[in-house]
């Protein structure tokens, strides 16, 4: 992941860029999904645009299509997040607002100072919710999570971090912000 600051300057707000760290798995598989789709999507439109003249045939080749398109842009959402996403945080003095680059459907996000208590690290190696425990294994140790408190509630900012990264953003976010 790299980091980089751009102002420290009052006045001007403070950037920090944290890339994501690319599962190659990931990019193969999806890489491959993307082409096998994007293959499978026109052989069906032009067999069944030259095939079908009713109606009713178009409408199911539409409902297939359709299928089809939801499913790629979902294998599209992976692979731009995995291959190029990157979390953006820019600090202003009363605002911190997170941006997610290249990730599909996402809005920035934009915390006040006024109600965020305080940043920590977390690790989610074992991570209980209502439903169950879920176990995340990683070889690197990516797994803790920079999160910010808001009147005890926990909002993830960056994910599946190292402890050194993770410990390096939060206190940098402290530093600036506090």
Not at 95 to 113: C, Q, R
């Amino acid at each position: 992941m790299k980091e980089n600051l751009h102002s420290n300057q009052s006045d001007r707000p403070t950037i920090i860029e944290i890339k994501n760290k690319t599962n190659w798995l990931t990019a193969f598989i999806t890489s491959i999904g993307l082409i096998f789709l994007s293959l499978m999507g026109f052989i069906i439109i032009i067999l069944g645009l030259l095939q079908y003249d009713d109606f009713f045939a178009l409408t199911s080749l539409s409902s297939i299509t359709a299928i089809i398109i939801c499913l790629f842009i979902f294998f599209l959402y992976i692979w731009l997040w995995n291959n190029f996403g990157k979390t953006v945080l820019t600090i202003d003095p009363e605002t911190l607002t997170i941006e997610y680059k290249n990730k599909l459907f996402t809005s920035p996000k934009t915390y006040l100072k006024k109600e965020t208590d305080r940043f920590e690290t977390k690790d989610f190696k074992i991570e209980r919710h209502q439903l169950g425990v879920r176990y995340h294994f990683s070889i690197s140790g990516s797994t803790y999570s920079v999160i910010l408190i808001q009147k005890e509630t926990e909002t993830r900012i960056v994910d599946w971090l190292t402890k050194d990264k993770a410990d390096e953003i939060a206190g940098e976010l402290k530093r600036i912000w506090y």
